[in-house]
């Protein structure tokens, strides 16, 4: 019997993929060898189908991707709205964050999984992050969390960080139970959870130096350890 619990990985659906005539189902790499390496078994789930295979998994790892469309939290798109390709990748995401909540999977949401988990909970983002001294797109910064917090614990400090960041949404309007557990220098959110479920939620992208940096493999880390805890529970009960 494998050690290695499964990780749902929602995927994005992409209008052009090299090599395929059609749209495809997509994953960074960077995000399934980061589970991979922690001792995770990623599987990636479509989100052109509901097949329930969330209900199977062992642990949730939501990625980073496109906007959050506005109507969701009640704006008009402005002008630097960049949305997905597939009208109902936000319905399909927030699905799997329905399902972390109501069974308890152990949840890891980058960025805009993040965002969406504020906007599910009736919170608002900001459509373009203002210019600030903090450079959110495609730089590492320095966010500060907060001790105590369920981040703090997955990755084994508080404080300072600095971090691999690439958004220009961010959060607005809090959503209702959620907490804030890092900010960056500028105010901007960089962090959220709810005391009462096994979820991390960050803007940044611990995927990008998974390899390479311990503050970021931790949160794959953190993530398949619970996994494993989840498994080994369930396989329990059903003997």
């Keep these: 019997m494998s050690e290695r619990p499964l990780i749902g990985v929602p995927a994005m659906s992409s209008a052009k993929v090299n090599g395929l005539r059609y749209s495809g189902s997509v994953v960074a790499?960077?995000?399934?060898?980061?589970?991979?390496?922690?001792?995770?078994?990623?599987?990636?789930?479509?989100?052109?189908?509901?097949?329930?295979?969330?209900?199977?998994?062992?642990?949730?790892v939501l990625p980073g991707g496109s906007d959050i469309d506005p109507?969701?939290?009640?704006?008009?798109?402005?002008?630097?709205?960049?949305?997905?390709?597939?009208?109902?990748?936000?319905?399909?995401?927030?699905?799997?964050?329905a399902a972390a909540e109501e069974q308890g999977i152990p949840t890891?949401?980058?960025c805009r999984g993040l965002q969406l988990w504020n906007v599910e909970r009736g919170g608002s983002l900001h459509q373009h992050w203002p210019d600030s001294d903090v450079e959110h797109v495609d730089s590492v910064h320095v966010v500060d969390v907060t001790e105590g917090s369920r981040l703090s614990a997955a990755l084994g400090l508080s404080g300072a960080v600095d971090v691999s960041s690439y958004h220009h949404q961010a959060i607005d309007r809090l959503g209702e139970g959620l907490e804030v557990t890092a900010r960056a220098a500028d105010g901007c959110v960089e962090a959220v959870e709810d005391p009462n479920h096994a979820i991390v939620a960050v803007q940044w992208h611990p995927e990008d130096r998974a390899e390479t940096e311990p503050v970021d493999s931790a949160l794959f880390d953190w993530v398949v350890a619970q996994a494993k805890e989840r498994m080994h529970s369930r396989l329990g009960a059903a003997v």
């Design 29 to 60: 790499d960077a995000v399934l060898r980061a589970i991979a390496a922690a001792g995770g078994e990623p599987v990636v789930v479509p989100p052109v189908l509901d097949s329930g295979l969330l209900s199977r998994v062992d642990g949730i």
């Design 71 to 97: 109507t969701r939290y009640g704006q008009q798109p402005d002008e630097t709205y960049a949305g997905t390709d597939f009208a109902d990748q936000d319905q399909a995401d927030a699905r799997a964050i």
């Design 108 to 110: 890891l949401l980058i």
